[in-house]
């Protein structure tokens, strides 16, 4: 947002933001105290009334609020759906068992954390725009209803020339979000961009750990297995033993001004590595192996403190979401599946496996694999077998490549 806003547009904005996260929170409460789970819009609607009575918002902005409450519940489900599939396996008694009963997801709106934040809610064509404007000030201002009925406001915003350009080049703007941070306001907004996206021509088994960043099996007439390095590890390591020393020797000022830039070089090398990976999968459908529940499992006092130590550092999820979204922009879809057992199993006959080295696998069968190597097409089998379910026309491409992968496991 402009940094020339003025006083009355931010307080008009500190009411409506108010107001609104009021309202999330009415039909939150609502939705509680019903102890059902919403399912559709409708299961959340007939709360409007009592919410609209208290609040005293107009229907298009009862609707947002309507949106994210739906929102934040089914994500709540979700999540507490998977942690009781998770106690249910669990053996009673044991630490684990104690550890997941600590960890049960929380209500939304029910965290001390999320009571002292504002929730922004999503404001469409029903309750605001964003305009491209040619005003002296800026290119771009949001239009938005406010509190009083019939009055709008055009708000200014400050994008950047990167911002601008991607504005422009969006097929559509769908919605925005006017979110408060530290009592500054940003516009978070949705575009949509349309890229050609022809059938694949093969697929990719990706697994992302820890001392090779990133391999892949790319599998189409042939077999490519291929690892790329972030250089992320050699980068940071100067900068850790500086946050070390200083630390040992107390600089708290000059630790505070290096606070972010560990994050922004990992997350630098993070999206270049992505990027590589894009270039050379580009026109293949990717799996990426998910390690679901292995933050879980590294919990303190598990005797593994190494392998905890090196976990701390890994972002899993921040890369795979870059390349998830490096390679849409090149009209590639990702789809995440389940890692258990992909590296402790043998892909060709699914015997487990033994690691003489580190890199290495040898199964009971006596195949010897390169270990990603055999990770990799883990997760490409894995991943096949699920599409196998689905199969849509244009993935054709794919159960060729699926097949060509059982050729090689039952021909040599
Ligand atoms: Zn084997």
Redesign the pocket.
Known sequence: MHYLTTERKLSILDRLTARLTYAVRLFSAEIGKSGQIPRTRRDVRRYSRVVREKTGLSSGFIQQAEDKALWMWRSYDELHREWRKMLYRAKQGTRWHGKLLKREPSKPCSSIHSKLKKTPTRFDVRTGEVQIASLALTGCVVHISTLKKGETMDVLLNPSEWHEKMLEKAEKIRSFEIVSNNGRYFVHVLCEYRVPSPPPRGVAGVDLGLKRPLSAVLVDEGFHFTTLQSGKEEHLRPLNDRVSHLRRIEKWSVLKKLRHKRRNVAEQYDRMLAKAFAGVSKGYYAFIGHPRYIRYHKFRGNGDRVGRRMLQGWSFLRQAGYIIHEKAKLGDEVEMVNEWWTSSR??????G?ERPVQSRII?????QYDADFNGCMNILRRGISRLGDKTPASLCALNGAGARVDRALNGG
Do not use: L
């Open positions: 043998c892909w060709r006959c699914g015997a496996v199964c009971e069968t006596g195949h």
